[in-house]
């Protein structure tokens, strides 16, 4: 038999801390469909389509494969609606990558407390 180890990915969780901070309704959709780039050798990872309620985030199936890329690419676009671009592809300046950065980090904290939540819980 051949076993193989899914990468365990908290959805729900990382739904939860996106509504917390975009303050909207938020959906993960993973996708196959190939996004636009810039650039022509750039891939892109994600996008997001939003407004004032709600927001979608799309994650490219084909490039994101670890929890590491699925909460960059998260914080990525909530920066882009934190700072309230309209226009796609938004403005990747200096502001907008420490505002991804940040976004980042508490993504990354909250998840990390939600998993040990649940560790203690279980014990
Ligand atoms: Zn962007």
Known sequence: MIEQTPIKIKWRRLQIILERLCKRKVDIT???????????????MSACVYNKRSANFLLNA???????????????????ILLKH??????????????WKEVLAIIKKEY????????KEAV
């Open 86 to 99: 309209k226009v796609y592809p938004g403005k990747h300046d200096e502001d907008f990558n420490k505002k």
């Open 62 to 80: 084909y490039e994101i494969k670890s929890l590491f890329m699925v909460q960059n690419a998260l914080a990525h676009e909530t920066a882009h």
């Open 112 to 119: 990390k407390q939600y998993q040990q939540k649940q560790i």
């Open 30 to 44: 993973l996708t196959t469909h190939s996004f636009t780039s810039t650039s022509p050798d750039e891939v892109s």
